[in-house]
């Protein structure tokens, strides 16, 4: 079971500082991306994508050298190896498997992805009654609200956490649950919306 003290990995002086550093990364990242991209796509269209690559390597090797001391790694599975059966090799690994909730992520994956999608075709490429928006945001919406759904289910408890018992929720619902949370979900999803909005209709 979850406890604050198991996910809060720093104290409340240092997670301001952090923040505070993300808010100025995240600033200098909304003034000088588009400018980036603009140069990319007057140059060649394929390096708004190729420029992902060498992106993201030098920050998975920055994680690694940096942050390796703050990295839990992989944590113990108590409800699957016991107490006195350690599993290894191919075992372990098809057990460690079983902890996944696949159809929860798959849920996800698709439901934000059509919102994202419909949102992003709406006004811009297709009108917004256009059935394409439409059916994009519908189907999404609908997808979105079945992962809610499935979290409170996997939930301690209930249904489906009796049905798969080794399954881990994509979302604990303890979490979902706090208001502080769901409130900082939906600012979280309302600002980077209008961000997103600004620059499409920008551009």
Do not use: H
Request: charged letters at 15%.
């Amino acid at each position: 079971m979850l406890t604050p003290a198991s996910w809060e990995q720093v104290t409340l002086k240092e997670n301001a500082k952090n923040n505070s550093i993300f808010a100025l990364f995240g600033g200098l990242s909304y003034a000088v991306g588009p400018v980036i991209g603009g140069f990319l796509t007057n140059a060649n269209w394929r390096w708004c994508f190729a420029i992902n690559l060498p992106v993201g390597a030098l920050g998975m090797c920055l994680v690694f050298l940096v942050l390796r001391p703050q990295l839990l790694g992989p944590q113990p599975l108590p409800e699957l190896l016991g107490r006195d059966n350690e599993l290894r090799g191919f075992r372990k690994f098809k057990a460690q498997l079983s902890t996944i909730d696949f159809f929860g992520q798959i849920l996800f994956l698709f439901g934000l992805g059509l919102l994202v999608l419909g949102l992003t075709w709406g006004g811009a490429r297709y009108r917004w009654n256009d059935v394409r928006v439409v059916s994009t945001i519908t189907i999404g919406s609908v997808l979105s609200i079945c992962f809610v759904v499935w979290q409170y289910l996997m939930a301690p408890g209930r249904y489906l956490s009796r049905k798969f018992p080794f399954e881990r929720p994509t979302l604990p619902w303890k979490l979902l649950a706090q208001r502080n949370m769901y409130l900082l979900f939906f600012i979280n999803f309302a600002t980077g919306m209008g961000e997103s909005l600004t620059i499409r209709d920008s551009v």
